[in-house]
């Protein structure tokens, strides 16, 4: 039984990684040091960079619909050139990440020093780079814990800072000189390759998709489509922004300038607009650091599955579930270069490991269309093979000897460095000479179930041993209740931190995928002694709720059966809960079931006027249906009213209950109307006398209230025996609140 992982990434968020993580320090730290090499011209040297990143871009949209795994660009070189490029490759994608975040972070308390200046505080360029660190140390505690990301989050976030740009370019063109573009080409073709070089490290953020290729649904059309589109919006984004700027600003403050994007904003709207403009930085730029340490991290982990780094950085905490190793020592580098290096090496230092992979990705493709291994089918092929690839080859090395010395001897350096490094550690220790289809790590990827449209399907995820003999009988009566033959699909999730790749997770957390692997075999035992037909899911994932929905759109699932504690947590009546999530976005029925360990027994059904009164009948008799011994009953509750015939009200109580029942063929049961005041408290009192109790949702746009305590809860406290929550096919109304709660994870 093989693990499925979870694709979850659609191309808003491919788009949305990607653009996120180059709209940081490529806007508010590189547009002046950059025009300080080439004047004007910096405007071209934006296109230019961006122009150089596209045949890399391609090339990984290519490889990625192919090799759709973790470890991205590494993963491709090293397959296709062997693990001595491989090696290379990795520790340069790490160490690019590692000065990009520290760039990142370096840059943005940058930022902080013109806010701390017009509210009368002196600060040092020490005491910033002190702050830098000071936050580099939380965002590592951060990743260490594993505190989770979101791409819903990672949306929000790129929108507001696209509107608060798109805000400051819409604001300010009509107030360009045009004499500030005289002398375009005043610094010459040097200063013009040095500011593209130097530039270069805006765009590392477009390929940071193929790391986590493993997560794209569809990698097919999402990650080329994402992977173009980002790199064009960005380019674009980051030309007009530059043209403003340098029409804008006086050369003298803009040539040199750390914090551009206050430049430009301070003259037009003063003390708010420098504000904005520093929340914008603040989120692009922390954001920025905190993904380099969060991807960075995952190259020196897939170094060492591959045998090419010590086993060390591939441990995973048995507490937090992240790679610590890798992390500490990520970050751990990160801090030492805001302290040893000053702004503008780091970007060029870099850009020129930037430069060193992206020509080695090209080369990469060349191999594998050379060679042309069986297995090798990608989805995506590269348009203008091979001359966009020679291009990217010819331009990089190009570049690379116009860098200063510093980057030029790192881009240079780390070819010799990963070069010894594999000759002396790692050749011993692998066997590989790349482009082996036996050697392409197998990953195991959800595949489309053969579904028979003549049976109904019903979704049951399981977690704990101790209660899944329970919900699977329960589910199996259920089922056996239906029209049409049913089957049990059965789903376990393994959890996974963002900081740890899901295949990654699958290969070295055996025991955790050995108690998935147990539990659903366990059902496949517990199946065959019910009769019931069965498939299983065990799935690697990030978020238990999307998995299981996913799961259930798969499927064209007709119910969802699922295990319920009875009560909640203060946490989850806060931040909502899986639960929550399934019940109001499941596309069919849903039933939640807190199994109580005995015989079906009694079982009492209560019947109210809403959409799912048949359901809770027919719930409630398919259940009783199991137990010869037990007994049936249908209780209507009836409030408390004005009205003076209390039998005109229970008249109106059985005319519910006999309604409900219509549809099923059930005979032998009783009925009972009871009049209250306090309803709940009456449901309460009449459901402790039976052993299994079921209810419906009451209405549309309730689960939140059914679900915090008002009905359902105080049963599940009061009662011990079975209890059954029922919500029809017919979706519930989404909450203002529940909506934005989902939108930010």
Avoid at 157 to 170: P, Y
Avoid at 262 to 274: A, L, Y
Avoid at 387 to 410: E, K, N
Avoid at 693 to 716: N, T
Wanted: glycine letters at 12%; a negative charge.
């Amino acid at each position: 039984m093989s693990e499925e992982l979870e694709r979850d990434l659609g191309l808003l968020s491919v788009i949305a990684i990607s653009m996120g993580a180059m709209i940081g320090s490529g806007i508010f730290i590189l547009p002046g040091l950059a025009m300080a090499e080439a004047g004007p011209a910096v405007i071209l040297a934006f296109v230019i960079a961006g122009l150089l990143v596209l045949p890399a871009a391609i090339s990984i949209a290519e490889l990625g619909t192919a090799m759709p795994e973790a470890g991205g660009d590494y993963i491709f070189i090293e397959r296709g050139m062997g693990p001595g490029a491989g090696t290379i490759a990795g520790l340069g994608t790490w160490l690019m990440l590692m000065f990009k975040g520290a760039l990142a972070l370096v840059g943005g308390m940058l930022y902080l020093g013109p806010v701390f200046h017009r509210m009368g505080f002196a600060v040092t360029p020490l005491q910033l780079e002190v702050i830098a660190v000071v936050v580099g140390i939380v965002l590592i505690a951060i990743n260490v814990i594993g505190v989770k990301q979101t791409g819903g989050l990672q949306k929000i976030l790129v929108l507001v800072m696209l509107v608060i740009l798109g805000g400051f370019v819409g604001l300010t063109l009509g107030n360009i000189e045009g004499d500030s573009y005289g002398g375009f080409f005043a610094e010459g073709q040097a200063g013009l390759l040095a500011a593209t070089a130097m530039v270069l490290i805006s765009y590392g953020g477009v390929t940071k998709v193929a790391a986590v290729a493993e997560e794209i649904e569809r990698p097919g059309r999402n990650l080329p489509l994402g992977l173009l589109l980002s790199l064009g919006l960005t380019t674009g984004l980051y030309a007009l922004i530059v043209f403003v700027l340098v029409g804008t600003v006086d050369a003298p403050t803009l040539e040199g300038s750390e914090t551009p994007m206050v430049d430009g904003v301070d003259p037009f709207f003063g003390f708010v607009g420098v504000v904005l403009i520093v929340i914008a930085a603040m989120f692009a730029l922390i954001s920025t650091a905190n993904a380099g340490i969060l991807t960075a991290s995952r190259y020196p982990f897939a170094l060492s599955r591959d045998n090419l780094l010590p086993e060390l950085f591939a441990t995973v905490n048995d507490r937090f579930r992240t790679p610590v190793t890798a992390i500490l020592t990520t970050g751990g580098a990160m801090l030492v270069i805001i302290i040893a290096l000053p702004v503008e090496e780091i970007a060029k230092t870099a850009g020129a490991f930037q430069i060193v992979v992206y020509v080695l990705v090209c080369i990469a493709l060349i191999a594998f269309r050379r060679r042309n291994p069986d297995w090798y089918e990608p989805e995506f092929r590269s348009p203008g093979y091979p001359w966009v690839q020679v291009f990217g080859v010819v331009a990089g090395i190009g570049i690379l000897t116009q860098m200063d010395t510093l980057p030029l001897i790192g881009g240079v350096g780390i070819v010799l460095v990963g070069g010894l490094w594999y000759w002396v550690y790692g050749r011993p220790r692998v066997t590989r000479t790349g482009l082996v289809g036996e050697e392409i790590i197998e990953t195991v990827e959800p595949t489309a179930p053969d579904v028979d449209a003549d049976r109904d399907r019903i979704v049951v995820p399981i977690a704990n041993p101790q209660t899944e003999r329970d919900l699977m009988e329960l589910a199996a009566a259920i089922a056996a209740a239906r029209d049409r033959d049913a089957e049990l699909v059965v789903t376990n999730v393994i959890t996974v931190p963002d900081q740890t790749s899901l295949a990654q997770d699958v290969v070295y957390e055996r025991q955790r995928v050995d108690r998935q692997q147990e539990l659903l075999e366990a059902a496949e035992d517990i199946a065959r002694e019910l009769g019931v037909g069965l498939r299983t899911h065990a799935i690697v994932g990030r978020n238990v709720a999307d998995a299981i929905l996913r799961v259930v759109r798969q499927e064209a699932a007709d119910e969802v059966v699922m295990g319920w504690s009875g009560t909640r947590k203060r946490r989850d009546r806060v931040l909502g809960s899986n639960i929550d999530r399934i019940i109001e976005e499941a596309p069919c029925e849903v039933t939640l079931i807190r199994p109580g360990g005995a015989p079906i027994g009694d079982v009492v059904g209560f019947i109210r006027q809403d959409p799912y009164a048949d359901i809770v009948a027919r719930k409630a008799w398919s259940l009783a249906a199991t137990d010869s011994a037990g007994s049936l009953t249908f209780v209507n509750v009836q409030p408390t009213g004005e009205a003076a015939d209390i039998d005109t009200v229970r008249e109106a109580g059985r005319a519910t209950i006999q309604e409900a029942v219509e549809g099923i063929d059930v005979q032998d049961y009783e009925m009972e109307v009871v009049v209250s005041g306090d309803i709940g408290t009456e449901i309460a009192r009449i459901a402790a006398e039976y052993d299994t109790i079921c209810l419906g949702v009451s209405q549309p746009g309730s689960v939140e209230r059914i679900l915090s305590g008002a009905i359902s809860e105080s049963i599940g406290e009061k009662v011990d025996g079975t209890i059954v929550l029922v919500r029809g096919k017919e979706q519930v109304r989404r909450s203002v609140v529940g909506a934005l709660r989902r939108r930010v994870g």
